[in-house]
């Protein structure tokens, strides 16, 4: 029987990235979300596909899709920007939207997949992150509306496990970019893509040491989808283990676009994490799973759509 499924956070980078991979296994979708962060365009080639389904909802209020058997769970703020400016939406869509999604698994007894982040480590003093820390987390400080809201969220579907039953599975996300990122979300790869082919300076915080780990969207959605049909209750990191510092990383944005542009040292942002680099161990052994795309191929891949955003953006003004 051909299976429906719930995704939340559809017209996001990842959820609708997700609705693809899934459609291509041939699965019935429905894709929901309220467009606080998501963007009708990276749904508009889905239009006259007869398989999707899309409904205009907060998960944050109590709603029915009808029989499903497997939710994921994308919707949340997920940028800097954003979360910085939706702190309260961001912790409801972490609790109460989380809470609400549990239910509608819960009442089909549908599978349940819910998309954790990194973030979960905080600024970690085990490194490299392995899914066994607990990790290092200001629950009080700007960024703590993002990542309590996760930790909220992987507590709530380990209790909806334990308490009844339910199949879940947890998927701690890293830093992942690719064409439908936001071209103005205050990440790293999409600021210094859109700073490099604008022209305009390449903006590093701190002295440029800190480090990231960056995974191309298909690699990501590649382990998320294999995650979905093991038996792994417990979360499991999905990331690129190649650890980049931001200086390395902006200097490689600069050879990709071919841009002349300087690099300038701003101060770093509070509570920002020193390291970021997955332990894929887990993923590599219960999935058969590791990243296959390169950070280069991964920027020459997402050049075009970035630069399609910098064109967008100058016809606007």
């Not at 963007?39 to 209020?61: G, P, S, V, W």
């Not at 939706?86 to 972490?94: A, D, K, S, Y």
């Not at 440029?208 to 590649?222: A, E, K, N, P, Q």
């Amino acid at each position: 029987m051909q299976q429906r499924v719930l995704i939340t956070g559809a017209a996001g980078f990842l959820g609708s990235h997700l609705c693809d991979a899934l459609l291509a296994e041939d699965k019935l979708v429905v894709g929901v979300d309220n467009f606080s962060t998501g963007d009708a365009a990276n749904l508009a080639h889905l239009k006259n596909e007869a398989r999707f389904e899309f409904i205009e909802q907060d998960i944050c209020t109590p709603f029915d899709c009808g029989r499903v058997n497997y939710v994921f769970n994308f919707a949340s703020p997920a940028s800097p920007v954003d979360y910085a400016r939706l702190g309260i939406e961001t912790l409801l869509v972490g609790s109460a939207g989380t809470l609400n999604t549990l239910e509608i698994a819960k009442r089909y007894d549908a599978a349940y997949l819910h998309a954790s982040t990194s973030e979960c480590y905080g600024d970690p003093d085990v490194h490299p992150q392995v899914e066994t820390y607990w990790g290092r987390v200001n629950p009080i400080g700007p960024r703590s509306v993002y990542d309590e809201a996760k930790r909220f969220s992987e507590a709530a579907v380990m209790a909806y496990n334990r308490y009844h039953g339910l199949d879940t599975r947890l998927v701690r996300i890293f830093n992942t970019y690719g064409p439908r990122l936001q071209a103005n979300d205050g990440r790293v790869i999409s600021n210094l893509l859109i700073q490099a082919l604008s022209g305009k300076p390449l903006t590093v915080y701190g002295n440029g040491s800190h480090t990231r780990s960056f995974c191309y969207v298909s690699d990501l959605i590649d382990g998320i989808v294999r995650l979905s049909k093991s038996n792994e209750v417990l979360p499991v990191n999905i990331g690129n283990p190649v650890e980049w510092t931001i200086l390395e990383c902006a200097r490689e944005v600069l050879e990709v676009t071919g841009s002349k542009a300087e690099i300038v040292f701003k101060d770093l942002p509070v509570d920002d994490p020193a390291r970021r680099k997955p332990d894929i161990t887990k993923a590599k052994t219960l999935l058969g799973w590791e990243p296959k795309v390169s950070l280069r191929e991964g920027l020459e891949m997402s050049v075009g759509y970035f630069r399609e955003c910098v064109e967008r953006a100058a016809a606007k003004a």
